[in-house]
């Protein structure tokens, strides 16, 4: 059974008199160190000099410096730059200030579990991963409430690296919610895996294969998008509001009988054997390596053969036009 803490069981006051240097300002960092700020935590912003978001988190109220100096200043350094770039980063400006019993945390495992980073023996290594977009951290937070985060310690050098841990959880408001203990291994290779075979791919080609049989059978192409595309939405939010048998229940008794029965003939055994392929190419680090290497070759271009041929397709192209109908403020 996975160890749960809620907002009563954590303290502050470990980390109250420590320094959490926050590199990034993205839409993640953004939002978690302005929850650090808020709760009462000393937190500074890192970036690069010449980065666009300088004057943002000056604006918002943050000290901010260059990354060296952060890190410099700071007992735990919380890296919430962009994955590919971290372990660069981390050489040439991060590791010379990483001196002994400093906490080295992120949002992600990646990085420490396959390795692109090499960290000391004598620093904590620690992650807080919100399961949520930055806009949702903040949003929640602001309410009153906050975001789940799951929790891992994968280095406690200091004997102190589960309070740090809390300590940051709590500051960005997610044990209000309740967070969950992981490993790095765990938090990379499920998340990886939702994000390829579920959330992103998976839901991705099932709403473009489904597009395609319906305009293939001479259905209006309009037709289509709202209801394999844009009711979706619709279903996913029961979903996860009730569980699945909660969406059933709030659906109609003939959407309820044909998706008992006709959901598990479309994802059926031969769909569930390809996701385990996918698992084991994350497993084994296949994925991995395909994905640096590619990244190394093409840097941001590795995507552009990928989205070419999605936004040369029919529903995107119809999905403009009805978006626009609903949305007619809206921007793509």
Known sequence: MARIWKDSDVSLEPIKNQTIAVLGYGIQGNAQANNIKDSGLNVIVGLQESGSSWKKAKD???QVMSIPKACEKADIIHVLIPDMVQAQVYKEQIAPYLKAGKALSFS???AIHW???????DVDIIMVAPKGPG?????????GFGTPSIVAVHQDYTKKA????????KGIGSTR?????????????????????DLCGGSASMVMNAFETLVEAGYQPEIAYFEVLHELKLIVDMIQRYGIAGMYRRVSETARYGGLTRGPMVMDKD?????????????????NQEWVSDYKKNGKNAFDRYMKE????????VGKAMRKMMWPDSTE
Do not use: C
């Open 271 to 287: 769909v569930k054997g390809k996701m385990k392929k996918a698992l084991q190419l994350i497993q084994d680090g296949t994925f």
């Open 108 to 110: 992600h495992a990646a």
């Open 177 to 197: 919610a309740g967070v969950i203990e992981t490993t790095f291994k765990e938090e990379v290779e499920t998340d990886w895996f939702g994000e390829q075979v």
């Open 162 to 169: 589960w309070e740090r841990t809390l300590g940051i959880a």
């Open 60 to 62: 918002d109220g943050h």
């Open 115 to 121: 390795g692109w980073i090499n960290a000391p023996k």
């Open 135 to 143: 806009s949702k951290v903040r949003e929640t937070y602001l309410q």
């Open 310 to 317: 999605i936004e040369a397709h029919q529903i995107e192209k």
